[in-house]
């Protein structure tokens, strides 16, 4: 059990950098008709597919950038046309510069004006605070960065014969999220803004912060329409983890805001970080959300505690 535990763990650990990706496996699952999740090391992958060619949101590492590419093609020949970044972190950008390189943009055609000029290789599109971010790290490759940037609340294109809307998400995981909605698939992408597996990581580092997150879990919970008394409806690819529906967020953000709650109290009543951290007001969830390293729950109650506003 331990054993599974830390597997899970560096599998979803952005700062861990010596991995070993050998016998990583790239999982693949049908979502809907033309959208798989593409389960390998790192941030989930969503691929979506049809005439126009493909669309992959994240690309893990470029170490499996080879493995991934065997994946998408055994789904498709079509050209990668668009890439698009949920946030920046490595297991989600690593394979950016391959991919775009696998992929092409093509001349005018069918995938919106306003989405860039023609060039070699796939479009990148972020937030552009995902460019700031990768660009003011010297380790990333300018590669790897966004070749198409936007600064408003949303950006939405067509593309394989439906409606693509890509959602900022501000001051969540990072100040750069993104969460994808693909209106006629009825599939929603959420990067790291939701996740299955751990307590959040509330990256303060880059404007992350409980709030935000919990204006997230809402944001995707308001565009999610479930099927009366049953699972299924619009279905959720989280940044890591299972695939999921309206139930399984609903917990999420039942989680998060519980725990906000009440740490705010305890915050608000003069409570040191120490005194709040002692009185473990995490300890009903932490069985089944508590992870290690930056999904702790002290790293957890930590973040919390130093992201609320007064
Ligand atoms: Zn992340």
Redesign the pocket.
């Known amino acids: 059990m331990k054993k599974l535990l830390l597997l899970l763990l560096f599998g979803l650990s952005?700062l861990l950098l010596a991995q070993d990706f050998d016998d990583v496996e790239i999982q693949t699952l049908k979502v809907r008709d033309n959208i798989y999740m593409l389960v390998g090391q790192g941030?989930n992958i969503t691929m979506q597919t049809g005439n126009d060619g493909i669309l992959i949101i994240d690309t893990q590492y470029a170490e499996l950038s080879g493995k991934i590419l065997t994946a998408i093609r055994e789904l498709s020949d079509g050209p990668i046309r668009h890439i698009i970044n949920t946030?920046h972190?490595g297991?989600?950008v690593g394979g950016n510069a391959n991919l775009k390189a696998a992929g092409f943009t093509p001349v005018g055609g069918n995938v919106g004006g306003d989405l860039g000029d023609a060039g070699e290789g796939a479009r990148i599109l972020a937030h552009e605070n995902v460019l700031l971010n990768m660009a003011q790290d010297p380790d990333v490759d300018p590669e790897m960065w966004p070749t198409l940037t936007y600064f408003t609340e949303k950006k939405d294109f067509w593309f394989n014969d439906e409606g693509v809307r890509v959602l900022h998400q501000p001051n969540a995981?990072?100040n750069g999220d993104s969460i994808v909605f693909f209106r006629k698939s009825d599939v929603i992408t959420t990067?790291?803004a939701y996740i299955t597996s751990y307590y959040p990581?509330i990256?303060m580092s880059a404007g992350g912060t409980i709030n935000g997150f919990i204006d997230a879990a809402n944001a995707i919970i308001d565009l999610i329409i479930p099927v009366y008394g049953q699972d299924g409806g619009t279905l959720v690819i989280p940044?890591h983890g299972r695939l999921s529906d309206i139930g399984d967020v609903i917990n999420w953000r039942e989680m998060l805001t519980i725990v906000r709650d009440r740490i705010k109290d305890m915050k608000d009543r003069g409570m040191t970080l120490e005194e709040v951290l002692a009185a473990r007001p995490t300890s009903d969830y932490d069985p089944r959300w508590a992870g290690e390293r930056i999904f702790s729950t002290e790293n957890f109650v930590t973040s919390v505690y130093m992201t609320l506003e007064d």
Request: aromatic share 8%; charged share 25%.
């Open positions: 952005p941030g946030h972190h297991d989600h995981h990072t990067g790291d990581f990256d940044g």
